[in-house]
Nanobody, 117 residues
Framework: VQLQACGGGLVQAGGSLRVSCAASGRTFSSLVMGWFRQAPGKEREFVARISSGGSTIYADSVKGRFTISRDNAKNTVYLQMNSLKPEDTAAYYC????????????WGQGTEVTVSS
């Protein structure tokens, strides 16, 4: 599976941004898709995931502000980010795994999101 993330950029606090991740190489619809982020000097952290059936889980820090979704016809997963805060500044990475595998097997390159105060 190859993953290609895009859509990052610079946005003011309180603004919105949507990042996307296109997948190729395997049956996208059967995969669990996740978003992670890594801020400068910090460890990578989980942001959100969506199962093959569409169920979602979010980190507490983004719950109510971020929405993960998927379009299986386009082999793409999205992360809609609203009410952005400076602490959301990070490189955002998409990842994929099979449903019954505990760890993410495939990773894309990061897309940078910078939120100015």
């Amino acid at each position: 599976v190859q993953l290609q993330a895009c859509g990052g950029g610079l946005v003011q606090a309180g603004g919105s941004l949507r990042v996307s991740c296109a997948a190729s190489g395997r049956t996208f619809s059967s995969l669990v898709m996740g978003w992670f982020r890594q801020a400068p000097g910090k460890e990578r952290e989980f942001v959100a995931r969506i199962s093959s059936g569409g169920s979602t889980i979010y980190a507490d820090s983004v719950k109510g502000r971020f929405t993960i979704s998927r379009d299986n016809a386009k082999n793409t997963v999205y992360l809609q980010m609203n009410s952005l805060k400076p602490e959301d500044t990070a490189a955002y990475y998409c990842a994929a795994r099979r449903e019954r595998v505990g760890t993410y097997e495939y990773w894309g390159q990061g897309t940078e999101v910078t939120v100015s105060s």
